[in-house]
């Protein structure tokens, strides 16, 4: 069941796995934001609601609700 903004998640995979499952992994965020990646440390432009860090390749992910802060993205797992 869709739960809104409301819905809490414990980690980056649940997150991920509901965005998959809604269809919006690859749409386009209102605005994209810089993201330091928390496995290797490398910054890159998040600009899809699911984004992969270029270097390692660590899945990351944010609800269309919370894509204003960098603090609200989740990570899922390598290559997630």
Excluded: W
């Excluded at 390749?57 to 609700?65: D, F, L």
């Amino acid at each position: 069941m869709h739960e809104g903004c409301s819905g809490n998640f414990e980690n980056g995979k649940q997150v991920v796995n509901k965005l998959r499952m809604m269809g919006f992994s690859n749409q386009y965020m209102p605005m994209p934001m810089k993201i330091k990646c928390k496995n290797c440390e490398e910054e890159f432009m998040m600009e899809t609601f699911e984004a992969k860090c270029p270097k390692c390749r660590m899945t990351y992910g944010v609800t269309p609700c919370h894509a204003f802060s960098p603090e609200n993205v989740k990570e899922a797992g390598i290559d997630y």
